[in-house]
C-alpha cells in the first residue's frame, strides 16, 4: 500500500507541534514563540489539505453515481 | 446585561429557526434515508456550513476559551492539532461516500457492522456512542445555562437555559431531520463567526488596541505564551488532550455520518474547505478571546466563567454581547441537534431491530424521533447537575470514544480485521476508559487517553489475529471502491 506523501507531511507537522513549542519555545514569553510557530503549523496545515482536496476529481464521482456505483 | 434584550434576541433568533425549518419541511421525502442523510443531496455549502458548526460547539467561546485563560497559549496547540485531525476527512470522506452509496448505509456504525459481518458490533458501537455523547452533548446545554446566568447576573436563571437550548434543538431536529439541522446549522456558523469576531474587535478596542493588547499580554501574563506556561499544559497532559481531539473526525458519528452525505465528491470538498477555514479563524478568535478575558478580568477561580464575566464586566456594549451570547447559544445548538440525530439513526437502525426482528423504515424512524427527544432530555438533565469543567467533560467524551477508531481504521486499510478484533477493542476500549479516565487509575503519568488507544490497538489486532478473518476479508470496503478511489484521483 503507497503512503500518500502529503500524509507524512501532515504527520510532520503534528510532531512538531508537539515537540517544538516544549522543546525550543519553552522560555520565550512573547507572542513570536509557540503562538506564532502554532499559527505557521495551522496555515501550512490548510494549504497542505487545499492542495490535495483541489486535486480531486468531482466529475468523475458525478459519472460513478450516474452509473449507479 | 439586561435580561428581556435577551430574551428579545432569542426571540428572533428562534423565529428565524423556525422560518428555516418550515422550509425544509416542504423538501422532505419519506423514510430514513432522507430525514438522516437528507437522501445524500446536500451542497458543498450548506455542507461546510453545518459541519463546520456541528463540529466547532459552545466550547470553543466558553470551554477553549476558559481553558486559554487558564493554561495559555497550550490552548491553541491542542486545538490545531485537532485543526490537523481533519486532514483524516481527506483519507476517510471519499471511503465512505463510495460504500455508503454502494450499500446505503446511513450510520456509521451500521457500516461498521456490515464490513465485519457483525449486527452486535453495530449495535454495540451505537449504545456507546449514546452513552459517551450524552454527557457531551450535556455540556453544551450546560455552557448555556452558564452563559445566561453568567452575563446577567442571574436574572435568567441557569436552568432556563438548559430549557431554551434543549427546546430549540429538539424542534430543530424533528423539524425535518438532517435537511432542518444543517440548513439551520448553515444560518447559525454564519451567526457563530460574525459574532464572535466582532465581539473579539470590539474587546481589543476597549483594552487599547492591538498593540496594546497584544504588549499587556506579554508584559502581565507573558508565562501563558510559553509552553508549559503556568503549570496546566504540562507535556502528559498536552497529549491527553490532543490525542482523542485529532481523531475526531472518525471517533465521533455525528461528524462522520456527514461523509454519507454530500452530493458528490465536489461538494465533500467544498464542505472540507469550508470546515477548514471556518475552524482555523474561529480558533484564532477563541484563543485571542481568552487571552483578552485574562487581560481585561484576572483572577477569576472558576476559568469557564471567563466568557461571561468578559461580557458582563469589561465594558462590552450591549449591541455586541447580546448578539454575542445568541451566537454562543447558536453554536450549542448546532452540535446538540447533530448530536440527538445521530444518536437517534444510529439506535433506530443498528440497536431496534435487534430488539425487534421484522421492524421497517417506518417504524425505525419513529423509534427514531423518540430518541431525539430522549437524548436531548437526558442531556439537559445531566447539565442540570452542574458538573465541573466544561473543557476537560468535553475531552473525557472524545477519549471515550476512541475506542471506535482502530476498528473504523480497519475497515478500510486491515483486511485481517475480524468482527471478534473489533468487538474486543471497543468493550476492551471502553473497560480501559472508565477505569483510567473515569476511574482516577494511572499508569507512570501516562495519560489515560494514550493508555486507552494502545490498548484498542493491540486488543484489534490481538484478537483479530486469533479468529478468522471474514469471508471476503474486506473485499467489499478495500478492493471493490479501489478502482473508484484512483478514477476520482483520490490517494
Request: aromatic residues 10%; hydrophobic residues 55%.
Amino acid at each position: 500500500m503507497r503512503i500518500p506523501p502529503w500524509t507524512i507531511v501532515i504527520a510532520l507537522l503534528i510532531v512538531a507541534g508537539h515537540a517544538v513549542p516544549y522543546l525550543l519555545l519553552s522560555e520565550n514569553e512573547t507572542w513570536s514563540g509557540a503562538f506564532l510557530f502554532w499559527v505557521v503549523l495551522g496555515a501550512v496545515t490548510w494549504v497542505t489539505l487545499v492542495a490535495v482536496v483541489m486535486r480531486w476529481d468531482a466529475e468523475a464521482s458525478r459519472r460513478l453515481k450516474e452509473e449507479g456505483r | 446585561m439586561s435580561p428581556l434584550l435577551i430574551w428579545i434576541a432569542i426571540a428572533f433568533y428562534a423565529l428565524a429557526g423556525f422560518a428555516v425549518v418550515a422550509v425544509a419541511r416542504r423538501q422532505l421525502a419519506t423514510g430514513a434515508e432522507d430525514f438522516y442523510l437528507a437522501s445524500r443531496t446536500l451542497g458543498g455549502l450548506v455542507s461546510a456550513a453545518s459541519y463546520a458548526a456541528t463540529t466547532y460547539s459552545a466550547f470553543m467561546m466558553l470551554g477553549l476559551a476558559g481553558l486559554t485563560y487558564r493554561g495559555g497559549v497550550g490552548a491553541l496547540g491542542f486545538e490545531l492539532v485537532y485543526f490537523a485531525g481533519l486532514s483524516l476527512m481527506l483519507v476517510f470522506g471519499p471511503r465512505l461516500w463510495l460504500v455508503g452509496r454502494r450499500y446505503r448505509f446511513i450510520t456509521p456504525s451500521e457500516m461498521l457492522g456490515a464490513r465485519y459481518d457483525s449486527p452486535a458490533l453495530a449495535a454495540v458501537t451505537a449504545l456507546l456512542s449514546c452513552v459517551f455523547l450524552v454527557p457531551y452533548s450535556s455540556v453544551q446545554l450546560l455552557g448555556i445555562g452558564l452563559l445566561f446566568s453568567g452575563t446577567t447576573g442571574g436574572a435568567i436563571p441557569f436552568e432556563a437555559g438548559i430549557v431554551v437550548g434543549a427546546g430549540l434543538a429538539a424542534i430543530w431536529t424533528l423539524g425535518a431531520g438532517l435537511r432542518s439541522v444543517a440548513w439551520t446549522d448553515a444560518l447559525q456558523a454564519v451567526i457563530i463567526l460574525v459574532t464572535a469576531l466582532a465581539a473579539l474587535v470590539h474587546i481589543v478596542d476597549f483594552l487599547g488596541g492591538w498593540g496594546t493588547f497584544l504588549a499587556r499580554v506579554e508584559e502581565e501574563h507573558g508565562a501563558w505564551l510559553a509552553q508549559p506556561g503556568p503549570g496546566f499544559f504540562s507535556f502528559a497532559t498536552f497529549v491527553g488532550l490532543t490525542l482523542p481531539w485529532f481523531f475526531f473526525a472518525i471517533s465521533n458519528p455525528q461528524v462522520s455520518q456527514r461523509l454519507f452525505t454530500t452530493d458528490d465528491l465536489g461538494a465533500m470538498r467544498t464542505m472540507i474547505i469550508g470546515a477548514i477555514s471556518f475552524g482555523f479563524l474561529f480558533t484564532l478568535i477563541s484563543i485571542l478571546w481568552g487571552f483578552a478575558a485574562l487581560v481585561a478580568v484576572p483572577d477569576l477561580e472558576n476559568p469557564d466563567l471567563a466568557t461571561p464575566s468578559l461580557i458582563a464586566g469589561a465594558g462590552v456594549p450591549t449591541i455586541v454581547a447580546v448578539p454575542l451570547v445568541i451566537g454562543i447559544l447558536a453554536a450549542a445548538i448546532t452540535t446538540v441537534d447533530s448530536i440527538a440525530l445521530t444518536l437517534a439513526s444510529m439506535i433506530g437502525r443498528d440497536v431496534y431491530p435487534r430488539a425487534e426482528p421484522g421492524s421497517n423504515d417506518r417504524r425505525e424512524l419513529i423509534v427514531g424521533k423518540i430518541v431525539i427527544v430522549l437524548v436531548i432530555a437526558a442531556a439537559a438533565l445531566f447539565a442540570s447537575m452542574r458538573l465541573d469543567l466544561i473543557s476537560l467533560l468535553s475531552v473525557a467524551s472524545s477519549a471515550a470514544l476512541l475506542v471506535i477508531v482502530p476498528a473504523f481504521v480497519g475497515a478500510f486499510f486491515w483486511r485481517r480485521g475480524t468482527a471478534a478484533g473489533a468487538l474486543t477493542s471497543v468493550l476492551g476500549g471502553t473497560a480501559t476508559v472508565i477505569m483510567f479516565q473515569f476511574g482516577g487509575l494511572g499508569v507512570s503519568g501516562l495519560p489515560a487517553p494514550v493508555i486507552t488507544f494502545v490498548v484498542t490497538i493491540v486488543l484489534f489486532v490481538g484478537a483479530s489475529l486469533a479468529t478468522r478473518p471474514p469471508a471476503d476479508r474486506g473485499a467489499g470496503f478495500i478492493d471493490a471502491i479501489r478502482e473508484d478511489l484512483s478514477r476520482m484521483r483520490v490517494d
